[in-house]
């Protein structure tokens, strides 16, 4: 028997590793400025996609029967739940593209700090990729947790990766935030 279950574990899971991130952002501020918190909140979304899509939605579902759940992942591009969750009103397919995004900008907001950047996010990039396939195959493996595998979420959330990261470049050249721990030391050029 799954023992938890539910949007209110989701809630507090989300909630307890907010609090986690928080402190680890504020112990590496002094070393990493602005990064620490662009990377706390990287980790923070990674964990709440981890309980959103591994957490039973209805509650502990009790015992799922082995010969009641798939034996390999929906390959039906569309999937086993095409209406969706109650969530979002544009059905599954959104929430797995939207649940992704902030992810690929804290991705970039992050990576593009250093001067690997150009190496860092598209690795980044293959990493949330290669966590979608992991949340899939996790749900295939543990039937208890009454959640289906399906090869369109894996497309739908690459693709929320993907167009994070890009909204991520596009931010990271706009606000570049490492420029303002930098520049904090330098006096003005008044133009002199």
Known sequence: MFPVGGVEYMLL??????????????VLRARLGV???TLAALLWSLVVIGL??????????????AEGRLATCSWDIGGPAPD???????GQRLLNTVI???????????????????????????LLAAYSVGIEKTQLELARIDRACDVTDIIDN?????????????????????RLRRDAGRAPNLGT
């Open 100 to 126: 992704f995004v902030p992810s690929g900008v804290l991705l970039s907001l992050t990576a593009t700090r250093w001067r690997s950047g150009w190496v860092t996010v598209p690795l980044g990039l293959a």
């Open 158 to 178: 690459v693709t929320g990766a993907a167009v994070g990261v890009g909204v991520g470049l596009v931010l990271a050249l706009v606000v570049r935030p490492w």
């Open 35 to 37: 990064t620490a918190w």
């Open 52 to 65: 959103v899509t591994l957490i039973p939605v209805g509650g502990a579902p009790g015992i799922v029967p």
């Open 13 to 26: 899971g989300a909630f307890v590793s907010g609090a986690v991130c928080v402190l680890l952002a504020l």
């Open 84 to 90: 969706g969750f109650w969530i979002f009103s544009g």
